[in-house]
């Protein structure tokens, strides 16, 4: 977009077509290229450890051997990442080059795994797809396409900014909808039904909170920063303007009890403490904030039982790894068995009784699969992208125009990258497990759409060329305070 | 410009901090990832949990247990349907060779070798070709160390009684018998027709005949620990060989007092008389122990002990309890409360727990000069890509070969002096110069004691050394040691003199 652009009267709509000014983007088509050889090398790889099974009596000689495991389903997936790098192509905005092909390449080893994992650990199929592979297919097709369409249409940031209490409403009001009306699913009530439809709430709730924060934060900030209530040797921000604070804290501590959902609770925390830093650079709030989560945690943890048992398995899970500690042994046994160069997609995750022994792979523990089959490296691999993933959201929050895109930016990046360190942390023993999502690799429609979302708004973001912010609006304060001035 | 925006920083600093914070939080998952995938994964790989290991062992023809001699102590059968299951010769090697059930798990070898046996976990570089191979398993033989007619012999000699016996080679640490009585029908276990009425009945079973008693039961020692309590003290120099103390000649009839609790001798014999310390193992004086454990001092006591595997489960190829010589809750050195315990401890009425496999290797360690071999099993792994062969293995020097030597002489003279004789009845193997020392643990309360006896033969070059624990059947002397004897004579006759 260019600066005579911007000074014309906006054309009319049936004039849209004039409005295409292509402009390329080579960065992100050399990466695409490259995450196309890496997953067509690895799909081929796969085929091959399939059909070359010992039983499956298969030539190796021949080629067709070598072919990916499912050619249709692998070139649909790359023709619709290509097709978003058109589609950005022909926008001619000047967004980020990057994010696109890092959630290309964990989309597409998403695929893999979930093509290579028993088809029939999902139920019912819809659009046609069946079986896991193909369910997640669709999932990922419409996240890429939720990333590109944000990222392409939205220009203007007011219907966000604006109502930062209405979105905190509709949050909150979704929160109370899965605490009160939610299906308890595996001990936790995160599943939210409305007739034929089902989803995660939480994970949209981590937008909407991120949202609010930018725009709560962005609006206070200078208060926070600069203002003291003095409690003895503790500076505090001034008392009203805790309120919201504490109420975080007691919604996540609620998250904790009503929901079972340590991870989420988690999540929303950790997010808006980093954000509540990004905004104040007062480090004694975050440690404070740190503080009284574990102490809340550590109350609920002698109060409720759910907890504590998590907790004791954390710990120590081989102290019972029959029972309890099931889950986080049989991951841990994944990652050794992968050793630092893994045991080749499709070789390992042995199979007893017809199941794949660690409970939930496709959904909470993707990353030990992937530290059985790619091994250490893949591990290393994989963590790298999401490095990836949040440098780039920082560099779009540090580089923005404004506080509230600033830390709109810095809040997405840091949910996509958070949320993955917590059920990674969690599949390696770091943190307790919790059932949250790998963004971009765990199986799942909510996760899948809600982080394509993210994308689109952070690629949205990076467009410095659209509609400059609107002024800072005086506060009262500031008003009283020049009208004292000389 | 007001104040209010002088002191307001960029927000990109802060962000700055919080891409460090994440860098240094996905480091901790790389660290840990390579923690699990590399730094400990041979040790999970080859656990019987690991779900490879199970998976692997539910399809492959797990390898064959053989005995010393090649006698094949366990091998694959197949039911009606062709489905493998496992057979094994004899009851007599059930504690030993374990079971494997695919309903019930595992035990023994079979669960601790499991990951061998299903021909996995093999070599690194067989690992990394598994990858690569069409029959990705090479299932291992196990070849032990193990004699099958010392051991049915062994377990004969306990015959209703509950009880332990212990015998290896002092000299590379081979086990060739180790029998825990009760035991059970392997076989039923692993015969899915039987195998549900068997577990159930073992598991409800008061005499707990899956309980290995050799290597996981913990037992009051009595006097074998004197022993111990030997080797400490000449180990540390807190006495020689000739060293007398005055007061247990003095003591008379009514014992040594020791902080007001008093400590008395078993019978009258040489009552009196200042003894070296040959001489009071001879007639198992309490009071000289009791006195030269309070010289050697508690600290010295634990730090021999530990020398000797006490304090930690004995490295080995099953599962073993850890023995100790105080439960290490009180102030004094070494964790002793006072000198009532530390004095009770070194005759082996103290807080003193030990295992029949670990008295063995105190008898081992006597018999070989002071130094203790890793107790072991399993001699070879053979697969069809080669043999493995595991060697001794020497565990550390404990006490210096002089040291040793006084014990010997000491230990023979519980055998074979005039009044050791009378306490040790029937241990001495005829025709073999025999050493060895009783126990009988007093428990407190009504009921017999423990019978305990270790020993070795021959004294000048030990080849065998053994340990006998019988539960509750009276007087070491009179009940382990003939078993001891006997079971020593067994094996002289079958490895010649």
Do not use: C
Request: zero cysteines; proline letters at 6%; glycine letters at 12%.
């Amino acid at each position: 977009m260019t600066a005579s652009a911007r000074s014309r009267p906006a054309p009319a709509l049936p004039r849209i077509l004039g409005q295409i000014r292509p402009r390329p983007r080579w960065l992100e088509l050399r990466l695409l290229v490259l995450v196309a050889i890496v997953l067509v090398v690895g799909s081929a790889s796969l085929g091959a450890t399939v059909r070359g099974r010992p039983d499956a009596g298969a030539d190796l000689f021949d080629p067709s051997v070598w072919l990916p495991l499912d050619v249709t389903a692998l070139a649909i997936y790359l023709g619709a990442l290509f097709a978003a790098h058109a589609a950005q192509v022909l926008a001619g905005r000047r967004t980020d080059q990057v994010l696109l092909p890092a959630v290309g390449m964990l989309g597409g080893i998403s695929l893999l795994l979930m093509q290579r994992l028993p088809q029939d650990l999902v139920g019912s199929g819809f659009f046609g797809a069946e079986g896991l592979g193909q369910v997640q297919l669709v999932w990922l097709l419409l996240s890429v396409a939720v990333a590109t369409t944000v990222g392409i249409v939205v220009r203007s940031d007011s219907w966000l900014r604006q109502y930062k209490y209405t979105w905190a409403a509709a949050g909150i009001a979704l929160l109370l909808l899965t605490f009160v009306f939610g299906s308890d699913v595996g001990g936790q009530r995160l599943t939210l039904v409305i007739g034929p439809f089902s989803g995660q709430p939480s994970e949209l709730l981590k937008v909407i909170l991120v949202i609010f924060l930018a725009g709560y934060l962005s609006e206070n900030r200078a208060l926070l920063v600069e203002q003291d209530t003095r409690l003895g040797p503790i500076r505090l921000p001034p008392i009203p303007y805790l309120v919201p604070m504490a109420a975080m804290w007691a919604i996540a501590l609620g998250i904790v009890v009503v929901q079972r959902d340590l991870g989420a609770a988690l999540l929303f925390f950790g997010v808006f403490l980093l954000l509540l830093y990004a905004a104040t650079a007062r480090i004694s709030l975050v440690i404070g904030g740190l503080i009284a989560f574990f102490l809340g945690s550590a109350v609920l943890a002698t109060l409720f039982e759910h907890i504590g048992t998590r907790i004791a398995i954390w710990l120590d899970p081989f102290a019972d790894p029959l029972g309890a500690g099931y889950q986080v042994v049989q991951s841990l046994h994944a990652f050794a068995r992968g050793g630092l160069l893994g045991m080749g997609l499709g070789n390992g995750l042995p199979m007893i009784g017809g199941r794949v022994t660690i409970p939930e792979v496709h959904t909470d523990f993707p990353l030990a699969a992937l530290g059985e089959e790619l091994g250490l490296i893949g591990v290393l691999g994989v963590l790298g992208i999401y490095l990836v993933i949040i440098e780039r959201g920082l560099r779009i929050g540090a580089a923005a125009a404004d506080d509230f895109r600033s830390l709109l930016a810095t809040g997405l990046a840091l949910v996509v990258g958070i949320q993955a360190f917590i059920i990674a942390a969690g599949n390696l023993k770091v943190l307790p497990l919790t059932g949250v999502t790998l963004p971009f690799i765990s199986y799942g429609g909510s996760s899948l759409l809600v982080n394509g979302l993210v994308i689109g708004l952070l690629l949205a973001l990076s467009d410095k060329g659209v509609e400059p912010p609107p002024p800072p609006r005086k506060r009262r304060l500031d008003r009283i305070l020049r009208r004292g001035a000389p | 410009m007001l104040s209010t925006t002088r002191t307001r920083r960029p927000i990109g600093i802060t962000i700055t901090h919080i891409a460090l914070a994440i860098a240094i939080g996905f480091g901790a998952l790389a660290g840990a990832a390579g923690y699990w995938g590399v730094v400990v994964a041979p040790e999970l790989t080859r656990s019987p949990n690991d779900a490879a290991v199970i998976a692997a062992s539910r399809t492959v023809e797990r390898g064959e247990i053989l005995d010393r001699n090649g006698r094949v102590l366990a091998r694959n059968e197949r039911d009606e349907n062709g489905e493998l299951y496992r057979s094994y010769a004899n009851q007599a090697v059930s504690q030993v060779v374990g079971y494997y059930s695919r309903r019930f798990g595992s035990a023994g070898l079979e669960r601790a070798y499991s990951a061998e046996l299903a021909g996995l976990a093999t070599d690194p570089l067989a690992d990394a070709l598994r990858k690569f191979g069409g029959n990705p398993y090479d299932p291992q033989d196990l070849r032990l160390s193990l004699d099958y007619g010392l051991q049915r012999a062994a377990i004969r000699a306990l015959g209703d009684q509950k009880g332990a016996v212990v015998m290896l080679d002092p000299t590379t640490g081979e086990v060739l018998a180790m029998a825990s009585n009760p035991t059970y029908d392997a076989s039923a276990i692993a015969d899915p027709r039987t195998a549900e009425k068997t577990f159930a009945a073992l598991q409800d079973d008061p005499d707990n005949p899956l309980l290995p008693r050799a290597t996981l039961g913990r037992y009051v020692p009595g006097s074998v620990f004197k022993i111990v309590t030997a080797i400490a003290a000449l180990g540390s120099g807190a006495i020689t060989p000739e060293t007398t103390f005055r007061e247990q000649a003095e003591a008379g009839d009514d014992g040594l007092l020791v902080n007001g609790f008093r400590i008395r001798e078993g019978h009258s014999l040489r009552r009196g008389q200042a003894l070296t310390l040959p001489q009071a193992t001879e007639i198992s004086s309490n009071i000289f122990y009791a006195l030269a454990g309070l010289e050697t001092g508690g600290a010295n006591l634990v730090d021999f002990a530990g020398r000797l595997g006490f304090g930690a489960p004995l490295p080995f190829d099953l599962p073993t309890a850890a023995s100790q010589v105080t439960n290490g809750r009180g102030e004094d050195p070494g964790g002793f409360v006072d000198d009532v315990e530390l004095a009770n401890a070194a005759y082996g009425q103290g807080e003193t727990f030990v295992t029949p496999l670990q008295m063995a290797l105190v008898a081992s360690t006597v018999a070989n000069d002071g130094v203790l071999m890793k107790p072991r099993l399993v001699t070879a792994l053979e697969g069809k890509r080669g043999t493995r062969e595991l060697g001794p293995e020497e565990l550390r020097r404990v006490i210096s070969a002089d040291d040793a030597q006084a014990i010997q002489g000491a230990m023979r003279r519980a055998v074979e002096g005039d009044l050791g004789r009378q306490f040790t009845s029937g241990a001495k193997v005829p025709g073999v110069s025999t050493a060895g020392k009783s126990g009988t643990a007093e428990l407190g309360g009504s009921g017999e004691p423990h019978s305990w006896f270790i020993g070795f033969a021959p004294v000048n070059q030990p080849r065998i050394a053994i340990a006998v624990l019988v539960e509750r059947a009276g007087r070491g002397g009179a009940v382990a040691a003939p078993i001891g004897g006997n079971l020593m004579a067994r094996y002289f006759e079958e490895f010649g003199q």
